[in-house]
Nanobody, 129 residues
Framework: QVQLVESGGGSAQPGGRLRLSCAVS????????ITWFRQAPGREREGVSC????????HYSDSVKGRFTISRDNAKSTVYLQMNSLKPEDTAVYYC??????????????????????WGQGTQVTVSS
């Protein structure tokens, strides 16, 4: 059973930057496709970005494209989400997730929430002046 632990959340001003980390453990495979989601109060959980297990494919939602960058450090079994040019609407709890079905593997885009079976506990990001 894979375990995911997010860290790196906090507060930032508009235009600022934060880097989130998703540490992966308990895996029998070296590499997992990882997707970042976020959920703001009163809103549905939305996919933000994903990276395939081989790093061959990466996708971003339109709302973060050009501002956020997903990457992986295999030696540390960690996936990062670098968030630049932050906006107040980026305020949310951010989760990383992985799943066992094709939709979760980031080959054709960011999957729907139900495609993912393993989730981290989430990390809060607050953007305000």
């Amino acid at each position: 059973q894979v375990q995911l632990v997010e860290s790196g959340g906090g507060s930032a001003q508009p235009g600022g930057r934060l880097r989130l980390s998703c540490a992966v453990s308990g895996s029998t495979s070296d590499y997992y496709a990882i997707t970042w989601f976020r959920q703001a109060p009163g809103r549905e959980r939305e996919g933000v970005s994903c990276i395939s297990s081989s790093d061959a494919t990466i996708h971003y939602s339109d709302s973060v494209k050009g501002r956020f960058t997903i990457s992986r450090d295999n030696a540390k079994s960690t996936v990062y989400l670098q968030m630049n040019s932050l906006k107040p609407e980026d305020t949310a709890v951010y989760y990383c997730a992985t799943g066992d079905v094709f939709e979760a593997w980031c080959y054709s885009g960011i999957g729907g929430v139900t495609a993912y079976t393993s989730w981290g506990q989430g990390t809060q990001v607050t953007v305000s002046s």
